[in-house]
């Protein structure tokens, strides 16, 4: 009888997103494959444990991959599946007068925006911006998210804008929505990203608007979707696990094909 084969999935912390999934992709790969979820920090400290054989595969962010080259990180992976996808929320205070994300370059020096802590998917996203368009190296940020970046913008003097990166109505977005007499949801475009790919030839982002009425209040006065961003969740798995695993990938592709739509489902409500 053949050993069980096993394969560790870098995910995140177990209040995430990413950690939940991989649960779901394991019970569709039990017994044949053992898929054990390994708890991090996200999509950086992903990126490091592929590098250091920690684990297998991992969920990362699209664009951490790109920001992995640019950093002259050499990975070997192959794109597994997208599971699902995030979309960046650019919120900010009414009263700063931003209607679109390229406003905060033209007035660098009296906007701050709130970028979420070290590590996190809008830190990440941001850092990928910057890459992409050194002028947004310009406008100054705090690393602030969460609770504490909700309260400071909506206090509007030491900030005007703060990145989230989520599915639509997330807890989060919902939260945040209550307070749309103060705060907006703000357009994400920028037409250098259109034709940008990572190295593998795959597009980093992909442009969609929030159609309107998803936000109730922070959408209020605008006619029409807000234009922004998608950031796919990404599984990826290392090419060389893959050639010495050929019968083992097979089945942990066919369970992660299986699963998608219990994580989609997941991802409505979460």
Not at 47 to 75: N, P, R, S, V
Not at 193 to 221: A, M, N, V, W
């Amino acid at each position: 009888m053949a050993e069980t084969q096993e394969i560790t999935v870098c995910t995140g912390s177990k209040e995430g997103a990413y950690y939940p999934a991989v649960e779901h992709i394991r019970q569709h790969a039990e017994p044949e494959l053992i898929v054990t979820a390994l708890e991090t920090k996200g999509s950086v400290d992903n990126l490091k444990g592929l590098e250091d054989q920690i684990c297998q595969a991992a969920i990362i962010q699209a664009d951490a991959y790109f920001l992995a080259q640019t950093q002259m990180i050499e990975l070997s992976v192959e794109r597994t599946a997208e599971l699902y996808d995030e979309y960046v929320h650019l919120i900010c205070n009414r009263q700063a007068g931003i209607d679109q994300i390229n406003d905060l370059k033209e007035n660098s020096q009296n906007n701050t925006l709130l970028i979420g802590t070290k590590g996190s998917g809008a830190a990440l996203t941001w850092e990928a911006f910057v890459a992409l368009d050194s002028d947004y190296g310009r406008i100054p940020t705090l690393p602030f998210g969460g609770e504490r970046a909700l309260t400071q913008l909506i206090e509007g003097q030491n900030s005007q804008c703060m990145l989230i990166i989520s599915g639509l109505r997330s807890k989060m977005m919902r939260e945040i929505d209550q307070h749309g007499d103060i705060l907006k949801l703000v357009h994400v475009s920028n037409s250098n990203f259109k034709d940008k790919k990572d190295g593998r030839g795959d597009s980093i982002y992909r442009f969609q608007k929030i159609p309107s009425g998803t936000y109730e209040q922070l959408q209020r006065r605008f006619f029409g979707g807000i234009e922004t961003i998608i950031v796919s969740a990404v599984l990826v798995t290392n090419r060389h696990w893959i050639d010495q695993n050929p019968l083992a990938y097979q089945q942990f592709a066919k369970a992660v094909l299986a699963a998608r739509p219990y994580i989609l489902e997941m991802m409505a409500t979460f």
